[in-house]
């Protein structure tokens, strides 16, 4: 399961909203900052963790999720892709898995659980990025990808905030914890898929 694979549909869906974006006179690095932001008021949402907060971080992990596309398609249409747009756009990425994630564990008082998710996160995106530092193609495949992981945390929080609880159990904590297991087989996944590729 990945929706990366997409990113080309993607691209053509983004293309108004890059040329309003340059029209604007909008910066990627500048997007990614604002998607960061929209990532920021996810977790708080979720950390509030009412019907409300959850309807309302559901549609501001949609908005980080779609400006993400949007920084990357909009620096390649201004000719301004570089190794440090593309630095910032990753560090600004893992904080906002961080801040979300975190943001969904403090909601559900499951700070265990939290950690184990926010590490499968983690590795899951560490891997895809430190095949490209030894020389392989960068890594966007395997169980669950970031575009995955969005998806999911946008789906689940609109459920949970019209179903707080299914047959007595979070929809929530349930994410959580395939992000946990989910996310750790990704990394491994990915591990092994490079590790072939260099033997």
């Keep these: 399961m990945t929706l990366d694979q997409y990113r080309d549909i993607a691209d053509r869906l983004l293309a108004p909203w890059v040329r309003a974006a ?16 929209l990532a920021v008021g996810a977790g708080a949402a979720f950390w509030v963790a009412t019907p409300l907060a959850y309807a309302g971080g559901a549609l501001l992990v949609f908005l980080n999720g779609w400006l993400d596309l949007l920084d990357g398609a909009l620096a390649r249409e201004l000719g301004t892709e570089s190794e440090a747009g593309d630095m910032l756009d990753h560090v600004l990425d893992r904080y906002a898995d961080v801040v979300v994630v975190s943001g969904l564990a403090a909601g559900l008082d499951q700070f265990g659980l939290g950690l184990a998710a926010v590490t499968g996160v983690l590795l899951t995106s560490y891997l895809g990025t430190q095949a490209q530092a030894v020389g392989l193609d960068r890594v966007y495949g395997g169980l669950l990808g970031r575009a995955d992981r969005l998806a999911l945390v946008g789906a689940t ?8 609880t299914v047959a007595g159990y979070s929809p929530v904590a349930a994410l959580l914890v395939v992000f946990a297991v989910v996310g750790h087989l990704t990394a491994v996944q990915r591990f092994v898929s490079a590790w072939r590729q260099l033997a």
């Design 22 to 37: 340059k029209a604007v006179g909008a910066t990627p690095n500048a997007v990614s900052v604002v998607a960061f932001g």
């Design 157 to 164: 929080t609109a459920v949970t905030a019209l179903v707080p």
